[in-house]
């Protein structure tokens, strides 16, 4: 791991600085933000599904533009977000002053969390793994801090772009998980973490996405074993 470092660094730097220089036009992706009601809902049906009714502690790591945190926020749901790019912050925070929404938002690494073990009850990712230099640790770091039990909720796809974009032409090659992977793939990846009850289900209706979705995305949930060992 520790040839990784400087690489790692290197990586994260390029990454922060393509997702700052999106953040503004970021929302207006029809992918990426939420552009009518129909999508809204289908969005919060997806999420009440998967996460419940009864209110639970969320942190919502690579948070972006605030997105799922405030899709969370609406159900009820206690949501932190995090993420490592300051402009992503900046719009997520108008987002929720302008919703009137609670959630606090805050520049952090998804691979060294600053929270404390078994914080919270649930960690959320959308579309984040295949931006980190170090994957594996990420996913150490999400089962600490959720409590024995909880569970992390994965919104992830692959991708399989045919060319690199933008810093990623730099750094791509320094992100083992770089375009997504397949389901059944990254659910062996959770279970070799120590995942328990690994789940995976299709999010390919077009009203999630604003359009027909050109790759595969996909649902994942896993769960912190109780005997609580991380």
């Known amino acids: 791991m520790t040839h990784h470092t400087r690489d790692g660094d290197q990586a994260k730097d390029l990454v922060q600085q393509h997702w700052n220089g999106r953040a503004s036009m970021f929302d207006s992706e029809s992918q990426h933000g939420i552009h009518s009601e129909e999508q809204h809902d289908r969005w919060l049906t997806v999420l009440r599904e998967s996460v419940g009714t009864d209110p639970c502690q969320v ?65 959320t990712a959308r579309h984040l793994i295949w931006t980190l230099p170090n994957p594996h640790d990420a996913l150490h770091e999400w089962k600490r801090v959720v409590e024995p039990g909880g569970r992390i909720l994965l919104i992830e796809g692959y991708w399989d772009h045919s060319e690199p974009w933008d810093e990623y032409e730099e750094v791509h090659d320094d992100l083992p998980m ?23 289900e299709s999010l390919v209706d077009a009203t999630l996405w604003g359009r027909e979705p050109r790759h595969d995305y996909y649902l994942m949930t896993g769960t912190v074993p109780r005997d609580g060992t991380h």
Request: charged share 25%; with cysteine; net charge negative.
């Open 59 to 123: 942190l919502d790591v690579g948070c972006g533009t605030g997105v799922v945190s405030l899709l969370l926020g609406e159900l009820g749901h206690d949501v932190v977000g995090v993420d490592f790019a300051p402009a992503m912050l900046d719009r997520a925070r108008t987002k929720a002053h302008r919703g009137d929404h609670s959630i606090g938002f805050h520049r952090g690494d998804a691979e060294t969390l600053a929270v404390p073990d078994d914080a919270v009850e649930l960690v």
């Open 178 to 200: 770089y375009d997504g992977r397949p389901p059944a793939e990254l659910a062996e990846v959770l279970r070799q973490r120590g995942f328990t009850d690994v789940t995976h």
